[in-house]
């Protein structure tokens, strides 16, 4: 038994975003059913990425696959038949598609008053933008993030991994942490809502408050932290390191690892409020010693005095780091088609319990026995896939 596996969850989502949420209570061993569209209605199974490549065996691991074809009235019966048993359904399509298909929140309520039902959108459930197609780099955009991203004056650069895709997922399997605390009091489901655009204002966290609050519009600062100085990215002599030392104290453990005592009496370089102000200069003095000794060598005698400095790595040498075996992020799971893949585990560590290892479902493969679970009868399921239902 692990946590979660009290909870069966029915799984509508697909790309990103949504299967980002779902996974997060799957590795945690919720009953997750992955629901696919059929062979007839998902003729082109492009979404998400090659089945058998990483993105798509990252996102869907710990979960059992079945297909149902929503659209029909014999495949709908038999979702609906699913819910009165299940305990949460995420979905992550334009917001019109799940009224249509006659899914959505108040409907699956009415056989389940205890659902919990989780929905992913581009920029919200209403609105101007509500019909518009929802994609990651969009939201970057009209979230602010591209503007702060990148060198000073080279113009809006996007971030490399699908920031609002995950954070929106990571908000909303909150959100349904938090509606499935509450009907433990109330026995009600709620409706958790969450789009892409609000995740990617919501991560600009004090970036967004700098102008909610005193009407500053944050502008790039490349490597250089915007408020907090000296942090940001130095050149060593056979590479960089990352520095963050901002505050009086560790700026003179800054001064004494680098032994620059004598820059350091430079007025402009006084008080933190200077040194923000004369950025340029205080990074030009640091600059110019940390180029005569190599990032290890600076990463050691930084850390050892108590300064937050660490190298740059390139995805393998992040992998290679002897901390990140330690923590064991990489993480091994047998597939029956592709043998060994190895996966990163989730980042939560809970006492006593690991991460569940279940490889990403094929395309459909658990639908007979998912099905008898919920109670259908071997005719009822051939009856069926008699009518194109699964």
Same mark, same amino acid.
């Given at each position: 038994m692990m946590p979660l596996s009290r909870f069966t969850v029915l799984d509508l989502t697909r790309v990103r975003s949504g299967p980002t949420c779902v996974r997060q209570l799957a590795d945690w061993g919720a009953n997750v059913i992955k629901v696919e569209a059929t062979d007839e209605v998902d003729t082109g199974k492009g979404l998400g990425g090659e089945r058998h490549g990483p993105d798509f065996q990252h996102v869907h691991r710990n979960k059992r696959g079945i297909t149902l074809n929503l659209k029909a009235p014999e495949g709908r019966a038999a979702f609906l038949r699913m819910v009165e048993q299940a305990d949460v359904v995420v979905e992550n399509f334009r917001p019109d598609v799940k009224t249509r %298909?006659?899914?959505?929140?108040? *409907? %699956?309520?009415?056989?389940?008053? #205890?659902i919990v039902y989780g929905s992913i959108s581009g920029f919200g459930q209403d609105g101007p933008y509500a019909k518009r197609p929802g994609f990651d780099q969009i939201a970057q955009g009209m979230g602010g993030l591209m503007s702060v991203t990148g060198l000073p004056g080279q113009g809006p650069v996007r971030a490399g991994i699908p920031v609002a895709d995950l954070t929106a997922g990571l908000y909303c399997a909150l959100g349904i942490m938090v509606a499935l605390l509450e009907r433990e009091s109330t026995g009600k489901g709620r409706w958790v809502h969450v789009s892409l655009l609000e995740a990617m204002v919501a991560m600009m966290d004090f970036q967004a408050t700098r102008w909610t609050m005193k009407g500053e519009v944050p #502008?790039?600062?490349?490597?250089?932290?915007? +408020? +907090?100085i000296p942090t940001g990215l130095f050149r060593t002599s056979d590479g960089v390191v990352n520095i963050a030392g901002g505050g009086g104290q560790m700026w003179a453990r800054i001064v004494a690892v680098l032994g620059i005592e004598e820059e350091a009496k430079d007025p402009? %370089? *006084? +008080?933190?409020k200077l040194r923000s102000t004369n950025r340029a200069k205080t990074n030009a003095v640091l600059q110019a010693k940390l180029e005569t000794r190599t990032s290890a060598e600076w990463v050691a005698a930084f850390n050892e005095a108590g300064v937050p400095c660490g190298p740059v790595y390139s995805m393998d040498q992040v992998f290679a780091d002897e901390q990140v075996k330690h923590l064991g992020l990489e993480m091994p799971v047998e597939h029956p088609l592709l043998g060994t893949v190895n996966l990163v585990r989730s980042p939560m560590q809970i006492?006593?319990?690991?991460? *569940?290892?279940?490889? +990403?479902?094929? #395309?459909?493969?658990?639908t007979d026995a998912v099905l008898a679970e919920f109670g259908f009868s071997p005719d009822e399921v051939s009856a069926l896939r008699a009518a194109k239902a699964i």
């Open positions: %298909l006659g899914i959505d929140f108040d *409907a %699956l309520s009415e056989v389940n008053p #205890r #502008r790039q600062a490349g490597n250089d932290h915007p +408020t +907090t402009d %370089l *006084a +008080t933190d006492g006593g319990v690991e991460c *569940a290892r279940m490889p +990403t479902p094929e #395309r459909g493969e658990h």
